[in-house]
């Protein structure tokens, strides 16, 4: 409580304090038309344009930014100071609503579960949501201190915003929509700034279809191979509901699975028919009739504008599956016959909301859960509001502990991939590629988090090209790249352009891409580079140290894999390496030093070798005795 104390304190000299010359008093000719989003409906005519961040400035759409007058407003967490403060504050009000909310819910839907109880339900949307409200409101509050003279043009008509029905929608939505994006906005500048900007009512529609890049299982055609896969598994589940482990979505491979599970003495299943991954839609999941949210009383004491407005707000936009869908959420969990002691999941404690109530409903009565990191390299300075380590019993890591309910496995996504403990770069006619790694994150915030957010991503892309233009030309003619899957930043075709067509890799899959590669090139440290360290392939890693500040436990590893040459932050000394030693990399990736420093990294951050049953076996062995 003191930690939110202190951060409101800090945010109150921030907040909004009213004008003495209202924006409807100042002449027309001297405003400015703040766009808050890609939707050029909005963007008025001829207006002198204040952009509320790059994230209004679609890349395919340059040409249209080119013919008007714009300045963009900075984005706040550029600074990182900022941003620490940010995060502790926020970590700490994710906290506060945490307990009010579970408090709410209990009341209305009256039960009595613990904090622990919803918070498995609530997360990681109560996660992101607040980041998200807080991220809107700090760009909206920047933009108007720094900015006397604003008019704004919103629809005549406003329509209701619907709730999301799971975390899923919402994180659809969020990162991605500018419909949604457009109307969070419109409700704080209704809400907060009304007064200090002229709004002009105008005839647009601010409809239309929402991004989804979450498409449910249900909806796409199954193999043949899943449907039998499917049939197999009812018929297990026919057969037996006790398990001393239930694995859900724990990125085992099948065969993996099959070994892990006879070896600690049962039978492996899926789980496919009792946790189906329909949950971004609310078909499966009627509501009840008679439940009004608008009955809902959250008791949360509000110390600033921003704390007032969210608390106004969340009762409203708390997931459907939460409130109106609750009954048949924990009917159908209750329903689930199957037994066990122990529950293992790499994610669907974030997406699957039948899963998620049945590890809430099974955890109430003392079965352990274990969360698995879905991905892993150099964790990072603070993560997640530490809501996994919060509602697992133990949390599987890739890297060393750094919490006490952190234990190091191997990780399951690899340890059918990769047999030996330090496999050789192995030598091939199909390796001629000096391959870089893409990344790109979504558009707009989506949590508030120690990587790059927003237009940030593109300081790694343009990295890139400065290594690019550093490297000799015999390299150059063998760079390729493969652009992160679009987010909303069009990296693929911002690379293109720049570097040519040609330099465009359209192999989808990232082992096939390593297997192409003569050098493989990372920008950011996080699964992907764990993954080439892992494959024995020659690989260097180049990334904005700024964007992505590391916890203190990697501090040494990392200065280790600067000084092999292995992690660089500036583009023209990684050219320079990779000028270096292209004619063979093989033979700098087997020098003894360089050997000592990726067999540290493995160690430290990795754990892969052809041994993992025997250290999984008795780990889950000790959590079921």
């Known amino acids: 409580m003191n930690v939110l104390a202190d951060a409101v304190r800090q945010h109150s000299h921030n907040g909004f304090s009213p004008r003495l010359n209202p924006a409807s008093k100042i002449p027309t000719n001297s405003r400015k038309l703040l766009v808050t989003t890609a939707l050029e409906s909005t963007w008025g005519k001829t207006e002198n344009i204040l952009f509320l961040g790059e994230w209004c400035k679609l890349y395919e759409r340059r040409h249209i930014c080119a013919q008007r007058d714009h300045e963009t407003v900075r984005f706040h967490w550029n600074d990182r100071d900022k941003l620490k403060r940010d995060y502790d504050y926020l970590q700490s009000l994710h906290h506060s609503f945490l307990e009010c909310l579970a408090a709410s819910l209990n009341e209305f839907h009256q039960v009595d579960y613990s904090v622990r109880y919803w918070q498995i339900l609530l997360d990681p949307w109560l996660m992101s949501y607040v980041a998200v409200v807080f991220d809107r409101w700090e760009c909206l509050r920047i933009a108007f201190e720094q900015n006397d003279e604003i008019e704004i043009i919103l629809p005549e008509e406003i329509s209701a915003a619907v709730p999301p029905f799971s975390y899923s929608e919402f994180i659809a939505r969020a990162p991605y929509s500018d419909e949604w994006n457009h109307a969070l906005y419109q409700r704080i500048i209704e809400s907060e700034h009304s007064g200090h900007c002229v709004i002009r009512r105008e005839n647009i529609s601010i409809g239309g279809e929402t991004k989804d890049v979450q498409i449910s299982a249900s909806s796409a055609p199954r193999s043949a191979l899943s449907r039998f896969a499917l049939w197999v598994d009812r018929l297990l589940g026919c057969r037996f509901s006790k398990y001393k482990v239930v694995f859900l979505s724990s990125y085992f491979s099948w065969p993996s699975l099959i ?136 949390k599987a890591t890739w890297y060393l502990p750094y919490h006490k309910k952190h234990t190091q496995l191997p990780p399951s996504k690899l340890v059918a991939v990769f047999k030996k403990a330090l496999p050789r770069a192995e030598t091939s006619l199909s390796r001629k590629y000096c391959s870089i790694i893409g990344n790109e994150y979504p558009r707009y915030v989506y949590r508030a988090h120690y990587y790059p957010m927003a237009a940030q991503c593109l300081v790694s892309l343009n990295l890139a090209v400065r290594l690019y233009k550093g490297l000799d030309e015999e390299v150059k003619q063998v760079f390729r790249v493969k652009p992160y899957p679009d987010q909303g930043w069009n990296t693929r075709q911002r690379y293109s352009d720049i570097l040519g067509p040609e330099r465009m890799l359209a192999e989808s899959k990232l082992n096939r891409v390593f297997c192409l590669s003569k050098l493989i090139v990372c920008t950011y440290p996080e699964t992907t580079f764990s993954e080439a360290m892992a494959s024995g392939i020659p690989t260097v890693m180049i990334y904005p140290e700024h964007l992505y500040e590391r916890h203190p436990v990697a501090f040494s590893l990392l200065e280790m894999l600067r000084s092999a040459r292995i992690i660089f932050h500036d583009p023209m000394n990684a050219a320079a390496h990779i000028n270096a030693i292209w004619k063979d990399p093989a033979q700098w990736w087997s020098r003894a030093d360089v050997l000592h420093v990726r067999n540290e990294f493995l160690r430290q951050g990795l754990r892969i070798d052809g041994a993992w049953l025997k250290e999984w076996v008795p780990f889950l062995k000790s959590v079921v005795a």
């Not at 608008?294 to 599956?321: K, V, W, Y």
């Open 259 to 394: 070994r892990l599970n006879l070896a600690i003495g049962q039978m492996p299943r899926l789980f496919l028919d009792e946790f189906k991954l329909d949950e971004a839609s609310s078909d499966s999941l009627p509501s009840s009739a008679g439940l009004d949210r608008s009955g809902m009383r959250l008791n949360f004491q509000a110390r600033s504008a921003f704390e007032e407005f969210i608390n106004q707000s969340i009762i409203h936009d708390i997931p459907r599956c939460l409130v109106e869908s609750y009954g048949a959420l924990r009917d159908r969990a209750r329903s689930v016959s199957t037994r066990t002691k122990a529950i293992v999941t790499a994610n669907n404690h974030w997406t699957n909301v039948h899963a998620k109530a049945w590890m809430a409903e099974q955890t109430n009565k003392g079965v352990k859960l274990v969360i698995l990191e879905h991905g892993g390299s150099f964790p990072a300075y603070k993560e997640l509001f530490d809501f996994e380590e919060d509602v697992a019993d133990i």
